[in-house]
């Protein structure tokens, strides 16, 4: 055994006052220290009691935040110890580098029987990941008609609703009554475990209405479900993007909504939970584009994160020798005027954070759909008004400042000129940078942040060196 007696008889004591789900986590939200530090022993001393009472029957979204805490190896072998008992689904809570890590240690029938308990949206969640061969062997331990459902998931294309949805659901005919429907829900034992919408189809599964579980329970037995449903609240197509379907449900507060084909037959639902995650994964993605990281995870190999950040620093490089030739074409003036080298990385540095803001703010109203054509030259000449405020505001700032450290005047003015040129360009870049590449078709997250910097930085060392070189060269002659 690895662990002393005094370890032993340490966890012994936590056995006795079992952790419940709240316990795991420190004031600060992370998993507590101690608790790891139990785990860890229980894992090297092989201690299934302990991991069965303080482990096995944690919350998915628990066991996650344990699993992307711990080791690799404490990770594999966590798993391996648990068996049938640990919960599949903890892998929709962690990045993909973990979850195939785990996967790929799982014999495949192992992992068949876990799906066959899981909801079909997670246990698509899962499968995506796997190559077609470990996909087809899967599927085909599994009865036939939840392999018909996930596969049929499987075959729309990634990031829409249709790989998002769950395939089951409750759907009845309009002819049905109330009661009729009632003893069905009762009695029919492959309905979902939770559903808050009924579906009304045709014989041809083409979707007809919706009642919402509430009027079921109100109306009387007798009633006939056709004159009680409602035409359904924006159905989903299923190959629509899954941001834009979380768009649907953030406008109509939505809880759940119906998935149909191109034939607009019933072919699943997208739950609230569901929509939750895919807004915090494309708020995510959002994030990491406009930093140009792409989708890195911090699970990710070092090779693997520095491919994924390397692209853009390249590009980053080729746009800043461009900023180095313009700076080359006044060095004459930077070698008689030291000030200017000096002063110059506040000019483009106030510059490039202005065009940050606008950007961020751009990009964020692109993804969510709230800038269009129709708003777009309003909020360009706002970001322009913007702009200019914000360039008299620092320029008076920054020109008196240089005036007074340098002791002249003429110092000052010109940087005051050349900042307040630099900031209408940087709101102008900001926004309309944006707007380009999304109207050709590029993802503004990604491509963005390069140019404005490149635009900023390019416009404030021409307008200050610029303006200094004519200034210099009036005073002289």
């Given at each position: ?186 009695e029919d034992d492959d309905l979902p475990e939770s559903f808050t919408q009924i579906f009304v189809i045709d014989p041809t599964f083409k979707l007809l209405g919706a009642l919402d579980l509430d009027r079921v ?15 359904t609240n924006h159905p989903v197509p299923a190959e629509m993007d899954q941001e834009e379907a979380a768009q649907l449900f953030e406008q109509y507060d939505l809880l759940s909504a119906a998935v149909v084909d ?200 021409f307008a200050f060196l610029g303006l200094a070189t004519w200034w210099f060269s009036i005073s002289m002659s």
């Open positions: 055994m690895s662990g002393t007696g005094e370890q032993d008889n340490e966890r012994k004591v936590v056995d006795d006052d079992a952790y419940d789900g709240s316990d795991i986590y420190a004031e600060d939200g992370s998993v507590r220290s101690d608790y790891l530090m139990h785990v860890g022993a229980a894992i090297a001393d092989r201690d299934l009691l302990y991991l069965r009472q303080h482990v096995a029957r944690l919350h998915a979204s628990e066991m996650g935040d344990l699993l992307e805490v711990i080791q690799p190896d404490q990770r594999r072998a966590l798993v391996s110890l648990l068996g049938e008992e640990f919960d599949l689904s903890a892998l929709t809570e962690v990045d993909e580098a973990i979850r195939l890590d785990i996967v790929e240690h799982l014999p495949n029938e192992q992992i068949a029987a876990a799906l066959g308990e899981m909801d079909s949206d997670d246990a698509v969640y899962i499968l995506e990941d796997l190559d077609q061969e470990d996909q087809e062997e899967i599927l085909s331990k599994l009865p036939f008609t939840e392999r018909v459902r996930l596969r049929r998931s499987l075959d729309y294309p990634e990031s829409t609703a249709g790989r998002r949805m769950q395939t089951e659901f409750v759907a009845v005919p309009p002819f049905w009554t109330v009661g009729q429907t009632i003893d069905y829900m009762r329970l109100r109306t009387k037995r007798s009633v006939k479900i056709e004159t009680i449903m409602r035409e191109e034939n607009n037959r019933l072919v699943g639902v997208l739950t609230i939970d569901d929509v939750v995650d895919v807004i915090q994964e494309e708020a995510e993605e959002d994030l990491m584009r406009l930093g140009g990281v792409g989708d890195e995870e911090l699970s990710d190999s070092i090779i693997d994160a520095s491919r994924s950040r390397v692209v853009w620093l390249l590009v980053n490089l080729v746009t800043a020798f461009l900023a180095a030739s313009v700076i080359s074409l006044f060095d004459a003036t930077i070698q008689q005027i030291v000030a200017l080298a000096v002063l110059m990385p506040i000019v483009a540095g106030m510059g490039g954070n202005a065009g940050s803001q606008t950007m961020t703010v751009t990009v964020r109203a692109l993804a969510t759909r709230n800038l269009d054509i129709h708003n777009a030259f309003r909020v360009i000449r706002r970001e322009a008004g913007v702009g200019l405020l914000n360039g008299l505001l620092f320029g008076v700032l920054i020109g008196l400042a240089a005036g007074a450290w340098f002791q002249d005047i003429n110092i000052g003015g010109i940087i005051a000129v050349a900042m307040l040129i630099n900031m209408i360009a940087a709101a102008l870049a900001g926004i309309m940078i944006p707007l380009l590449l999304d109207r050709f078709g590029a993802d503004p997250a990604v491509s963005s942040a390069v140019f404005v910097t490149t635009v900023t930085d390019v416009t404030g060392f």
